[in-house]
């Protein structure tokens, strides 16, 4: 189901397991990464930005700015925050349908006394995401903190083939990150 009710319980079980194996306070990150018809606009406006900026990133960066310009916000390099937190934000192209999505989301959450902390720059490496994207991260871990992430992947069963739409969403979890989170 496309129901932003289903990504709230989806992310309810996630932090449940989570809870259940031990892992104390873990920390939810919330993001929505828009559809087909919105992102597009995000990305041409990120590339174009990058443009004029890439050149001081590093390598990496430099190399995502041409090949996969979401990616970018990836980066954990700390000289390379500065220029990616003046980055455009997805929040501000969603569409009005991604935008009321991802705002029910947030309510539903609430509403089931989650606490949550918006990350614009949160992305998944894959490209089939869409709409909400989540990831758990644990403080101590350091800077690889995330112990399991997540979203929604409509689209991505027609996209292998499939004649019938099966929108869908999930996470994975870090075994051996929830493994040391625990200890």
């Known amino acids: 189901s496309e129901s932003p009710i289903v990504d709230a319980e989806v992310i309810e079980l996630a932090l449940e397991i989570l809870t259940r194996c031990g892992a104390q306070n873990p920390k939810l990150l919330l993001n929505s990464v828009g559809c087909s018809k919105c992102r597009p606009v995000f990305v041409q406006a990120l590339k174009e930005r990058l443009e004029s900026v890439k050149a001081g990133m590093c390598t990496d960066c430099q190399r995502r700015a041409d090949t996969n310009p979401l990616r970018v916000l990836d980066c954990k390099v700390p000289e390379d925050q500065p220029v990616i937190d003046a980055l455009p934000s997805i929040l501000d192209y969603l569409d009005d ?15 089931r006394e989650i606490a949550y902390e918006i990350k614009p720059r949160l992305v998944r490496g894959l490209d089939y995401y869409t709409r909400t994207t989540f990831e758990v991260v644990h403080g101590a871990l350091g800077a690889q ?36 989170a625990v200890e």
């Open 145 to 180: 903190n995330s112990i399991l992430g997540g979203g929604r992947y409509d689209g991505l069963a027609e996209s292998l083939g499939s004649r019938v739409p099966a929108p869908g969403i999930g996470f994975s979890i870090g075994e051996d990150r929830l493994v040391m």
């Open 97 to 111: 349908g991604c935008r009321e999505h991802f705002e029910t989301v947030k309510t539903l959450l609430a509403d």
